[in-house]
C-alpha cells in the first residue's frame, strides 16, 4: 500500500506535476462561470512554474539534503562491504537495448567500482530491482548493474544482488538479508547525495548501521544563488528535492524512520 500511495498521490504532489494540475484546471474553469477562479490559477501554475524553473529554487531546496552526510573519512580504514543503491541505471531501457543504460545518477556505479579497487576484501551489494508500477516489470536494474561491474573489474565472487527491491524501504531490508552483516563489521552505503538522509534513516530503522559514501551532487554554495538559463534545469533539481522532502516527511509520518531528517550523529 505504501509503494501504491508513493507512486500515485506522491507522484501528483511532486512541484511540476501539480502546478500543471493546477494549470489545467485552471484552463477548464475558464469556460465556465468559475472563469476568475480560473484565470488565477493559470496565472500562478505559469508564475510558479516559471520560479521553480529560473530561480535559485531547486538548489537552496537541495542543498541541506546533500550536505547532511559529509564526504566518508578514508582515514577510519578499510569497510567490510559496500552497499549501493540502485537508480544509477534505467532497466527499461536497458532492457530494450540489451545493455545497461546510466541515467543521471550513474556516478554511484562509478563510486561502486572505485571502492571495489580501494578496497579489495569488501564485498559489494547492489540494490536495485524496478520502481515501475505498472507495465513490464521483468527487467530489474541488478541484472545489468553486476555485468557492468564485472567489466569494470570487479570479481564476480565480490559481487551480491537484491534485484526485488521497488523503493528505498525495501532496498534497507533486502539488502540487510543479504549482506547479514555481523557484529563489528563496517558497511559503506553509497547512493546519491541529496537521498542520503532519507536512505540513512531507512537502514537504521532496518537494523543495519551504515557508513554515508554521498556521490552524484547537484548543487555547491559557490552558485546558490545563480539563476537558470533553461528552465528544465531548475524543474528538474526542484523536482528531485522537493521528492525527497516529501519523502523524509512521508516515512517519518508512517513510522519507518525514527526522525525527520536523519544527521550524522544519531542511532
Keep these: 500500500m505504501f509503494f501504491l500511495l508513493s507512486k500515485t498521490l506522491g507522484t501528483m504532489l511532486l512541484p ?3 502546478l500543471i494540475g493546477i494549470g489545467v484546471l485552471g484552463a ?12 488565477k490559477l493559470l496565472a500562478a501554475s505559469v508564475l510558479l512554474l ?22 566518508w573519512d578514508a582515514s577510519r ?7 549501493v543503491l540502485g537508480g544509477a541505471i534505467d532497466p527499461d531501457l ?13 556516478d554511484r556505479i562509478a563510486a561502486a567500482a572505485a571502492l571495489a579497487r580501494q578496497y579489495p576484501n569488501a564485498r559489494i551489494v547492489y540494490s536495485g530491482g524496478n520502481a515501475d508500477l505498472i507495465g513490464d516489470l521483468s527487467a530489474k536494474e541488478a541484472d545489468y548493474a553486476l555485468p557492468m561491474l564485472e567489466n569494470l573489474g ?9 534485484r526485488l527491491s521497488r523503493n528505498t524501504v525495501e532496498n534497507a531490508e533486502f539488502a540487510k538479508a543479504i549482506a547479514s552483516p555481523k557484529e563489528g563489521e563496517r558497511w559503506l552505503l553509497v547512493t546519491s547525495a541529496y537521498h542520503m538522509p532519507r536512505s540513512i534513516g531507512l537502514f537504521r530503522k532496518a537494523g543495519f548501521p551504515v557508513e554515508a559514501y554521498p556521490v552524484d551532487w547537484r548543487a555547491n554554495k559557490s552558485s546558490m544563488f545563480s539563476f537558470f538559463s533553461v528552465a528544465i534545469e531548475g524543474l528538474e533539481l526542484t523536482h528531485i528535492a522537493m521528492r525527497e522532502w516529501i519523502g523524509l516527511a512521508a516515512y517519518r509520518l508512517a513510522g519507518k524512520t525514527d526522525h525527520f531528517f536523519p ?5
Excluded: M, Y
Aim: proline share 8%; glycine share 12%.
Design 16 to 18: 511540476v506535476n501539480f
Design 28 to 39: 477548464i474553469l475558464l469556460s465556465t462561470r468559475w472563469n476568475a477562479s480560473g484565470r
Design 50 to 71: 516559471a520560479l521553480c524553473g529560473f530561480s535559485p529554487v531547486g538548489k537552496l531546496l537541495i542543498l541541506p539534503l546533500e550536505q547532511r552526510f559529509p564526504a
Design 77 to 83: 580504514g578499510a569497510p567490510d562491504g559496500i552497499v
Design 94 to 106: 536497458s532492457a530494450a537495448h540489451g545493455r545497461p543504460i546510466l541515467g543521471r545518477s550513474g
Design 154 to 162: 570487479v570479481a564476480k565472487e565480490r559481487l551480491a544482488a537484491d
Design 263 to 267: 544527521r550524522p550523529d544519531q542511532k
